[in-house]
């Protein structure tokens, strides 16, 4: 998809604390800042000449692209309903798939907004490593910032965000470098090339992020970088990304099934 073009502003009743903010963001994404003043996003868009902007306020740093209705905003999604399910004993199949076991290290390549992450974060306790990169500058710094800084209640689940070493990255080009058998699972959560209908979160996060396929040298250096397996996600009846293929995991009724590859 092509770049968006946005700038970083505040909300519309902004202080001297709040620019600054957005300032540092403005910098650390390599974007203009502009002054709100009283204008609405729609109009300080089309006055700036750009598609977007990336609104720091005092609750949260938000994307609203005004023309197609779509903000994006972090949140961790499905974690904590997921966590919970595995404290009562429910299981998850990203877990199955993946064999995870407390103590583990996971290396996740497409980390989107983490959901995946805390949940494998979770399982693995604080003796694990959870590791993600995500490749588009913009939801990874999104990502970065608000697993860092998010609260949430439930048992564990925050102190499983903090623990996420997220950072942004191109998996293509971190594979390569990493040493053989660096971790206990390499994981891929690509975009479905056809969306899950009834998934509307995953919306925004479509619209945003980097859609091209994950290429077969990624796959073979997963599996050199994996002590124990390499697994990616995919829509349920999906053909196989990449064989050979040792396992499919899915939940009853799932809309998504998870490929262990040998």
């Not at 975009?191 to 998934?199: A, G, K």
């Not at 002590?227 to 999906?238: E, H, M, P, T, Y």
């Amino acid at each position: 998809m092509p770049d968006l073009s946005y700038v970083v502003t505040t909300s519309r009743r902004s202080d001297p604390e709040l620019v600054a903010r957005a300032r540092r963001w403005a910098e650390r994404l390599g974007v203009r800042f502009v002054a709100r003043a009283d204008r609405s996003l729609s109009r300080l868009c089309r006055e700036e000449g750009v598609e977007a902007g990336l609104t720091v306020t005092p609750v949260r740093v938000g994307l609203v692209i005004p023309a197609e209705g779509v903000e994006y905003f972090y949140h961790p999604s499905m974690a904590r309903t997921r966590i919970s399910n595995l404290r009562d004993g429910k299981g998850d199949p990203m877990v199955t798939a993946m064999a995870l076991q407390p103590g583990d290290s996971v290396l996740d390549c497409t980390l989107g907004r983490a959901s995946d992450a805390i949940v494998a974060a979770w399982v693995v306790g604080a003796g694990g490593r959870v590791v993600g990169y995500e490749a588009d500058p913009l939801i990874a710094a999104l990502t970065i910032e608000g697993l860092a800084s998010y609260e949430i209640e439930g048992a564990g689940v925050q102190e499983a965000m903090r623990r996420i070493d997220a950072m942004q990255g191109d998996c293509v080009e971190v594979l390569p470098a990493l040493a053989d058998d660096s971790f206990d699972v390499v994981y891929f959560d690509p975009f479905f090339h056809e969306p899950v209908n009834d998934s509307q979160a995953m919306q925004p996060l479509r619209r945003l992020g980097v859609h091209r396929p994950i290429p077969a040298k990624a796959f073979e250096e997963a599996r050199r970088v994996a002590r124990r397996r390499v697994v990616v996600k995919q829509r349920a009846g999906a053909r196989a990304t990449e064989p050979p293929v040792a396992e499919i995991v899915s939940g009853s009724g799932s809309s998504v099934q998870y490929v262990v590859l040998e």
